[in-house]
C-alpha cells in the first residue's frame, strides 16, 4: 500500500471531518483514512492499482 496526504480547505465542524473520513475511506483500494481536523489534511492508505 501507499500512503498520501492530501491538503484540505479549512475545516469548520468535527461532521465536516467525519464525512471526508467516510467518503474517502468507501472508494475502492483504500486503507486507513484519517482526518487530520486542526491541520486539515487527509491521510490515507491506498493500492495504487484499485484506486
Not at 14 to 30: F, R, T, Y
Not at 32 to 38: A, E, G
Not at 39 to 46: I, L
Amino acid at each position: 500500500m501507499k500512503k498520501m496526504i492530501i491538503q484540505l480547505g479549512t475545516l469548520t465542524c468535527p461532521s465536516c471531518m467525519q464525512k471526508i473520513e467516510n467518503a474517502v475511506s468507501q472508494q475502492k483500494g483504500v486503507g486507513n483514512v484519517k482526518v487530520l481536523f486542526n491541520a486539515s489534511k487527509v491521510k490515507a492508505d491506498f493500492q495504487a492499482e484499485q484506486t
